[in-house]
C-alpha cells in the first residue's frame, strides 16, 4: 500500500484576480480601507498592522516594471500570507530572519523589489528567472556604489533573500537566483558600520529644550483648565444652536439684534474660515435663543432687500457690507496667569481648536521628554494606563502601563503588530501624571490619549481609526512653538523664546535622545528648569533593571559612554597642554587619561556601550555642577551606600569622596563662582549674606587646595 505524503503547509495556493489580498486569519487592524484583490491596483496593508501609530501603507502596482508586475505580485501575495520554513530562519545568524514580518517591514521589502525590478529593466533584464547569483552580486554592488548606508545594504539584501526563500514557497516559482551571501555571508557586500537610528539622531539643544519644555509644561499645568472649559463651552454652543426650536420669538432676537448693527456699520461677531473672515452664526444663534438656521434666514433676506435696493428702516447708500471685526468670547472662565495676570482675557470661538491643539501637542512633548518612550510607545497609550499608586504598595511612584510595539514578538519570535504589554511599566513624575490627566479629559473613557478623531476639529473629524500619525504630530509641534513664540513675544517674555534647533526640526523622535544626554552630562537639572529631576536616571532607568536590557536603557548607556569618552578626551588635552589635577582619585585620572584611545574609533552601539562600561578603569565623569569629575568606585563612593548601583549619582556629589578629580579648569571655575557669590552676599541682608560669603568661602578653598597639590602629567608622583 503506498502512503499517501502529508500536505506541505508552508506551500502556498495560487491566487486568482478576486483573491483577498490578506487572509481573514490574519487581519489585525482597523482600517477604513478595508481589503483589496490580488488584481487591485492598490494593496493597503493597514489591516495586517494593530499598532494605533502605524503608518497607513498601500502597495502601488502602477510603480512596479510593468514587464515585472505579474511576479511580483505573486512574490507580495506569498509573503503577505506565508510564512519561512522554521529550518530556513534557524540557518539565519543573530535572528537576522522572522517567518513573517511586521507591515511596515512588508512594505519597504516590496519597495526594495521594485528597486530591483527597475534596475533589472535598464540593464536589459525583463524576467526575474534571469536574475542569478552573478546579476545580484552586481545589483548589491550597484546600491553599495550608490553610496547607500550599511542599513539600507543590509535590508536591500534581506529583501532579496525573502524574494528568493519565498520563491521556493510559490505555486509558480519565478526561479530566481540564491543570492551569494546566503553561503559567504553579507558583509563584504556591506560598508563599514557607523552609528545608525536613535544613536545617530541629534539630541535637541539645550537652548531650544529648555524654553519648549517650560512652554508644554504651562500649557498643561497653567492652562489647561481654560482650554478645556472653553472646548466644552463651545461644544455645548455648536449643538445648542443646531437644536435650539426655531420659533417666532427667536427668528425676531435674530432681527432685532442684526439690523441695527448692520445699519450702523458696528462689528459682528465673526470666525475665520479658510482664510476668510464670515458671520459667526451659531456664536449669535446661541446668544440670542434662535436655530442657526434662522441666523442664515436673516441674513440673506438683509441681502437681498440690500441688492433690490430696498431700505430696512432708513435709506442707506453704498454697497453691502457687513462689519466682520467682532470678537466671539466662549462664556468659559479664565484663571491661568502668566507674570501675576491672566494670560488671556477670554478664549474666543474659533480659538477654542487651536488651542485644544496645543494642549495636546504640549501634553505629548512632556509624556515623550519626561519618560523616555518612543513615539510610538507614547500614541498606544489609553485611558487608565497610569492609574495612582497603591497607599499600601509601598513605593508610592506612579507607573505607566502600555504596549510595546518595535520589539513585540510572538511566541515563535515573529513581529507581533498588536504590541504585547511592557513587563516593566515606565516610571512618571509629577509633569508626566499631570499630563496624562488633561489627556484623559480630552478622549473618550477606554480611548487611546492621542485618539486622531477626539483631537482633531469636528469639522475635519478622521474616518480613521487610532492614533495621531508621527506626521502630523510634526506640524503639530512646528505650530505649536510658532504659536509659543508668538505668545512670549506679546508678553516680552524674550527670555522664554523658543529658538531654531542648530540641527533641523524638532520632529517626535529626538525627545528620547535628549533625555539621554541630558541625563548623562546635566546631573542635578532638567535642561534650564527646575523640575524633580535631580534622581530621574534611577526612576527612568533603574525601573527597567529587573527585565534586563531594552528600553531607554540602551540609549542611557550610549549616551553615557560618549559623555565619557569626550571627557577622557578633554583630560588628555588639558594633561599634554600641561594642566594639573588635584584630588583622591588624580593619579587614577591620569592613567584613564593616558588609556583615552579605548574609545578611539569604537562605533558606540549599546553592545560596544556595555563593554566599555564594565572597564572601570576607563570610567571618569564630569560634573559641571560640583566643578569636578568623578573616577567612580562603588566602594568608596559617598552618593551611595546601599551598595547596588554600578555608576555615579551626581547630583549627590560630596567634595570628600575618594573618587574627586579636579582641573584646573575646575579650579578657576571655583574662584568665578566664589565671585559671583561674594557679590552677591555683599548686596543680600544679613543672614543670607552671611550664608552667600560662607559658601564663596569655601569654593575659593577648594581652589586653593587645587593650586596646593595638583600634579601634572609629567610629574605624576609629586
Not at 229 to 241: F, G, P, T, V
Not at 244 to 267: H, I, K, N, S, Y
Not at 480 to 501: G, Q, S, T
Not at 685 to 695: E, K, V
Amino acid at each position: 500500500m503506498t502512503a499517501v505524503a502529508e500536505p506541505d503547509p508552508y506551500l502556498l495556493p495560487l491566487p486568482g484576480p478576486e483573491t483577498p489580498v490578506i487572509r481573514d486569519d490574519l487581519i489585525v487592524g482597523a482600517s477604513h480601507r478595508g481589503n483589496a484583490r490580488f488584481s487591485d491596483p492598490r494593496w493597503p496593508l493597514d489591516l495586517l498592522s494593530g499598532n494605533p501609530s502605524g503608518a497607513r501603507t498601500s502597495i502601488l502596482w502602477t510603480k512596479c516594471p510593468a514587464v515585472f508586475e505579474s511576479e511580483l505580485r505573486l512574490a507580495a501575495w506569498n509573503m503577505i500570507n506565508g510564512q519561512l520554513r522554521p529550518s530556513f530562519v534557524k540557518r539565519k545568524q543573530r535572528g537576522a530572519m522572522r517567518q513573517r514580518v511586521s507591515a511596515g517591514h512588508l512594505y519597504g521589502t516590496v519597495l526594495t523589489w521594485m528597486d530591483l525590478a527597475s534596475w533589472l529593466a535598464t540593464q536589459g533584464i525583463s524576467t526575474l528567472a534571469a536574475c542569478n547569483p552573478d546579476v545580484l552580486d552586481a545589483y548589491a554592488r550597484h546600491l553599495a556604489d550608490s553610496g547607500a548606508s550599511r542599513g539600507k545594504l543590509e535590508k536591500a539584501t534581506a529583501a532579496m533573500t525573502r524574494l528568493w526563500a519565498f520563491d521556493q514557497l510559490s505555486a509558480r516559482p519565478c526561479g530566481i537566483g540564491r543570492p551569494r551571501w546566503e553561503d559567504i555571508g553579507v558583509d563584504d557586500y556591506l560598508p563599514a558600520a557607523t552609528p545608525g537610528g536613535e544613536n545617530a539622531t541629534e539630541p535637541l539643544a539645550e537652548a531650544t529644550m529648555g524654553p519648549l519644555l517650560l512652554w508644554a509644561m504651562r500649557v498643561v499645568d497653567d492652562f489647561a483648565d481654560d482650554i478645556l472649559a472653553a472646548s466644552a463651552e463651545y461644544r455645548r454652543l455648536m449643538a445648542a444652536a443646531a437644536s435650539t426650536p426655531a420659533t417666532p420669538q427667536g427668528l425676531q432676537a435674530v432681527w432685532d439684534f442684526l439690523v441695527p448693527r448692520v445699519e450702523a456699520g458696528l462689528p459682528l461677531p465673526a470666525i475665520a474660515m479658510s482664510g476668510t473672515m464670515r458671520v459667526a452664526r451659531h456664536y449669535i444663534a446661541d446668544s440670542v435663543g434662535a436655530q442657526v438656521r434662522q441666523v442664515d434666514q436673516v441674513l440673506e433676506t438683509l441681502l437681498q432687500k440690500r441688492q433690490r435696493g430696498k431700505t430696512m428702516r432708513r435709506p442707506k447708500r453704498g454697497p453691502f457690507t457687513l462689519n466682520l471685526t467682532g470678537r466671539c468670547p466662549l462664556d468659559a472662565p479664565i484663571r491661568g496667569r502668566i507674570s501675576g495676570q491672566p494670560w488671556r482675557p477670554a478664549i474666543d470661538i474659533d480659538e477654542a481648536h487651536t488651542l485644544l491643539r496645543h494642549l495636546g501637542t504640549a501634553a505629548f512633548i512632556v509624556v515623550s521628554y519626561l519618560t523616555g518612550m518612543r513615539p510610538g510607545e507614547v500614541l498606544g497609550l489609553r485611558t487608565g494606563c497610569c492609574p495612582d499608586p497603591d497607599p499600601d504598595a509601598g513605593s508610592g511612584h506612579h507607573l505607566i502601563r502600555g504596549n510595546e510595539y518595535k520589539a513585540a514578538l510572538d511566541e515563535d519570535g515573529n513581529h507581533l503588530s498588536t504590541g504585547i504589554e511592557r513587563g516593566v511599566p515606565w516610571v512618571a513624575i509629577t509633569p508626566v501624571v499631570n499630563a496624562i490627566r488633561v489627556l484623559e479629559r480630552i478622549v473618550p473613557h477606554g480611548a487611546l490619549l492621542f485618539d486622531a478623531a477626539a483631537h482633531s476639529s469636528s469639522e475635519l473629524r478622521s474616518p480613521a481609526a487610532g492614533a495621531i500619525r508621527n506626521s502630523t504630530l510634526h506640524d503639530r509641534i512646528e505650530s505649536f512653538v510658532a504659536w509659543a513664540n508668538e505668545f512670549a513675544a506679546a508678553h516680552a517674555l524674550d527670555h522664554e523664546v523658543i529658538p531654531l534647533d542648530p540641527h533641523g526640526p524638532i520632529g517626535t523622535r529626538r525627545f528620547r535622545r535628549t533625555l539621554a544626554w541630558h541625563i548623562a552630562r546635566r546631573p542635578g537639572g532638567l535642561v534650564a528648569l527646575a523640575v524633580q529631576y535631580g534622581h530621574l536616571r534611577t526612576a527612568v532607568s533603574g525601573a527597567y533593571a529587573s527585565r534586563g536590557r531594552g528600553g531607554i536603557d540602551d540609549l542611557l548607556d550610549v549616551e553615557t559612554i560618549r559623555a565619557v569618552a569626550d571627557t577622557v578626551a578633554d583630560l588628555g588635552e588639558h594633561l599634554q597642554a600641561g594642566g594639573g589635577v588635584s584630588g583622591p582619585a588624580a593619579r587614577h585620572a591620569i592613567k584613564t587619561a593616558v588609556s583615552g584611545p579605548a574609545f578611539a574609533g569604537a562605533i558606540i552601539n549599546a553592545t560596544t556601550a556595555r563593554r566599555l562600561a564594565a572597564n572601570q578603569d576607563i570610567m571618569l565623569y564630569e560634573n559641571p555642577n560640583a566643578f569636578l569629575l568623578c573616577r567612580f568606585r562603588r566602594e568608596q563612593a559617598l552618593c551611595q551606600r546601599d551598595g547596588i548601583s554600578d555608576a555615579p549619582r551626581l547630583d549627590q556629589c560630596r567634595p570628600e569622596c575618594g573618587n574627586v578629580v579636579r582641573t584646573d579648569h575646575h579650579a578657576s571655575q571655583l574662584q568665578k563662582r566664589a565671585d559671583l557669590l561674594e557679590l552677591r552676599g555683599a548686596h543680600a541682608p544679613g543672614p543670607i549674606g552671611d550664608r552667600l560669603r560662607g559658601n564663596a568661602a569655601k569654593l575659593r578653598s577648594f581652589a586653593e587646595h587645587h593650586d596646593h597639590t595638583r600634579i601634572t602629567l609629567q610629574e605624576p608622583a609629586q
